[in-house]
């Protein structure tokens, strides 16, 4: 019965572990932005200090821009900006006026968007309204958040759950921009994988019934 017992637990807990370890936060660190391009825009633009690039990759989630290589696309202002000035501690990521910005697993998959830090850019506050596309196209979901000159937490709801693709539109070069970082999401394991470890809970289940009619 006890070797029973840790079976159960031992496939609850990978039930458990194979969600967390599909969760990911998109935090901008300097390893992954590292790999944008820096220094590399014309004068006076040079001037402005910008990791940028036309899509951005980490934690196997890839952000795209919608206005290709016009100006910086997606960019990262650094510690040394003399333009756009980074309200946050760390790296966040910024997007040229009025660009669509589109996340995606690389694999694919369906994932879960579960919260998102914004804070202005430049001059003033305002609002942005994200969509999400269902993967089994039923549906697109949005939800609007008000941001300010204070970085904030916003928690999706629950309906943005199985997206293939989560998207967003940056505000206008003066008023209305804003930055973003710290991006919860996690990556819906496929059917098969709980299945498989469901099955595996209902073989130990059975096991020790029939261990207990034994006696």
């Given at each position: ?13 990978a ?12 935090d ?85 968007a ?23 196209h ?50 819906v ?27």
């Amino acid at each position: 019965m006890k070797t029973s017992k840790m079976l159960q637990a031992s496939v609850a807990a990978a039930l458990l572990s194979a969600a967390a370890a599909n969760a990911a936060v998109i935090d901008f660190d300097t390893a992954s932005v590292g790999s944008l391009a820096y220094g590399s825009l014309p004068f006076p633009l040079s001037l402005v200090n910008v990791y940028h690039g036309t899509s951005y990759t980490e934690e196997g989630f890839t952000l795209t821009s919608s206005h290709g290589a016009l100006v910086h696309s997606l960019f990262v202002p650094d510690a040394n900006n003399i333009l756009y000035r980074p309200a946050a501690d760390s790296l966040a990521m910024s997007a040229t006026a009025r660009d669509t910005i589109t996340l995606t697993a690389n694999d694919h998959s369906a994932f879960s968007a579960t919260s998102i830090d914004l804070s202005k850019l430049l001059l003033l506050g305002g609002s942005v309204t994200f969509y999400g596309a269902k993967a089994d196209h039923s549906a697109t979901v949005q939800q609007t958040f008000n941001y300010t000159g204070t970085w904030t937490t916003f928690n999706f709801n629950a309906s943005f759950s199985g997206l293939s693709s989560l998207t967003w539109q940056q505000g206008p070069a003066l008023g209305g921009k804003f930055e973003f970082d710290n991006i919860n999401v996690t990556a819906v394991p496929e059917p098969e994988t709980y299945a498989m470890l469901l099955a595996g809970l209902g073989l130990v289940g059975v096991a020790a019934r029939r261990r207990k009619q034994a006696r």
